[in-house]
């Protein structure tokens, strides 16, 4: 298998960029890639604070939609990638920041709405196209981003928002120009690795332990419901449109 990021460390800080042309959509595997590499950086000793960002038209489209359209069977893989992916970021014990451009949809809300801080380019643009896709999933992690009404506004017409209307919600700490934004992570990154590991790792589980309700057990309960999708006619007519580039018939 290719391998769909690369990652470096320097002064306390990984920077993991996610690079699989053309649009960061991963399979089952590349998924569990990502999660895999995650914990591992959280348990690295060199690493006080985790930068991910990526390469590409945008961010991340989320699962591979192809993959699954011709193998629906393999949604439970996916599932799991993408929980495990999501985990590793919520519960990681170090920061994570996430720098985002272009697309920001599926999977990859799952990773923005896991983190801890977001960065974001002025071309960024946010979306939960999983109505339209035949599934479900990511909105316990979008609701931790936007309020509620916002959320399922988004969720139930598809419809996207830009990086001025995120940040106007408080989504994301900065919005910078595109050729800004990594460095711009690091900067941040960098104030954070100045601190006490000991006490940013007690930080972020105390916040962590503080929140309303438990992440992971409110995705599960999703993914539940994206088994259920699966069941129906109208997800697989969803998928095969997106595939052959035509309306849904319903």
């Not at 990984?14 to 950086?41: K, Q, R, T």
């Not at 959280?42 to 591979?64: L, M």
């Not at 601190?195 to 972020?204: D, E, F, G, T, Y």
Request: with cysteine; hydrophobic share 45%.
């Amino acid at each position: 298998m290719t391998a769909v990021f690369k990652t470096t460390i320097s002064d306390g800080i990984a920077e993991m960029i996610l690079d699989h042309p053309p649009v960061n959509a991963f399979d089952s595997a590349g998924w569990m890639s990502v999660a895999a590499e995650i914990d591992a950086l959280g348990d690295n000793e060199a690493v006080r604070v985790i930068v991910i960002a990526a390469e590409g038209k945008g961010f991340c489209a989320g699962v591979d939609i192809k993959e699954l359209a011709a193998h629906p069977e393999r949604i439970v893989a996916v599932n799991k990638g993408n929980y495990e992916t999501f985990r590793a970021i919520h519960q990681n014990p170090k920061p994570v920041i996430i720098a985002l451009h272009g697309f920001v949809l599926g999977g990859g809300i799952g990773m923005a709405g896991a983190a801890d801080i977001l960065v974001a380019s002025e071309c960024v643009r946010f979306g939960v196209p999983e109505i339209d896709r035949g599934a479900m999933g990511g909105g316990a992690h979008l609701q931790r981003m936007f309020p509620v009404q916002k959320v399922r506004y988004m969720y139930f017409t598809g419809e996207f928002i830009d990086a001025a209307e995120a940040y106007r919600l408080g989504a994301v700490e900065k919005v910078v120009p595109k050729d800004e934004l990594r460095e711009t992570a690091r900067e941040i990154a960098a104030k954070i690795a100045a601190k006490s590991p000991a006490m940013v790792k007690l930080a972020k589980e105390a916040l962590t332990g503080i929140e309303d309700g438990n992440l992971e057990d409110k995705y599960r309960w999703e993914q539940g419901f994206t088994l259920e999708a699966y069941t129906v006619g109208d997800s697989q007519e969803s998928r095969d449109a997106f595939v052959e580039k035509r309306d849904a018939k319903f």
